[in-house]
């Protein structure tokens, strides 16, 4: 009987226990692709393993700052009204460093353009990025296989957009 109680004890200690490594802090800023003004009022949309946790909006410099919890999956989401919606994930699952307090900041700025009307850009629902956090060590790094076959269209859209802006007169404007 006396063993089970200290073995319920040791379970209860070990429950209540966290263990600490290292995390993830994304800070940035939101611009305009064609004049990297900061956007101000976009919405920065968190979601973590699927469920919206956080939303903020950047303020007149465009910036945001997020502390990401180990063992998730998110997503970033970028929304301003009569803008192209972007985003990028972010995986911190991996081993730990027990006893780790460190905080990693990493700097993401995300450009934003104008929707144009009548042109096909939900290739933009896909992530612009995708990264992976490793609590053990604190290293983020980027899929570049992922990158190199987005690359591609994200460039070819990007020409079409500007081609499509400027014959509307908006990028004159913006100049």
């Known amino acids: 009987m006396e063993r089970l109680r200290d073995l319920m004890l040791l379970a209860a200690v070990?429950?209540?226990?966290?263990?600490?490594?290292?995390?993830?802090?994304?800070?940035?800023?939101?611009?305009?692709?064609f004049t990297a003004a900061p956007l101000?009022?976009?919405?920065?949309?968190?979601?973590?393993?699927g469920e919206r946790v956080r939303t903020l909006s950047t303020g007149q410099?465009?910036?945001?700052?997020?502390?990401?919890?180990n063992n998730a999956d998110y997503v970033i989401r970028f929304v301003l009204p009569g803008h192209v919606t972007k985003c990028f994930?972010?995986?911190?699952?991996?081993?730990?460093?027990e006893g780790d307090h460190s905080v990693k900041e990493v700097f993401i700025e995300m450009t934003m353009f104008e929707r144009v009307p009548g042109m096909d850009l939900s290739f933009f629902d896909l992530p612009m990025g995708i990264a992976r956090f490793d609590p053990l060590d604190g290293r983020?790094?980027?899929?570049?296989?992922?990158?190199?076959?987005?690359?591609?269209?994200?460039?070819?859209?990007m020409e079409e957009v500007t081609r499509a802006l400027a014959a509307r007169g908006a990028l004159a404007k913006l100049n």
């Open 14 to 33: 070990l429950l209540t226990w966290t263990v600490e490594a290292a995390q993830l802090r994304i800070v940035g800023t939101v611009t305009d692709k």
């Open 40 to 49: 101000a009022d976009a919405q920065v949309r968190v979601y973590r393993n």
């Open 61 to 69: 410099s465009g910036r945001y700052e997020l502390l990401l919890d």
């Open 89 to 97: 994930t972010v995986t911190t699952h991996g081993p730990i460093w």
């Open 140 to 157: 983020m790094d980027w899929d570049e296989k992922y990158d190199g076959r987005i690359r591609g269209e994200v460039a070819v859209l």
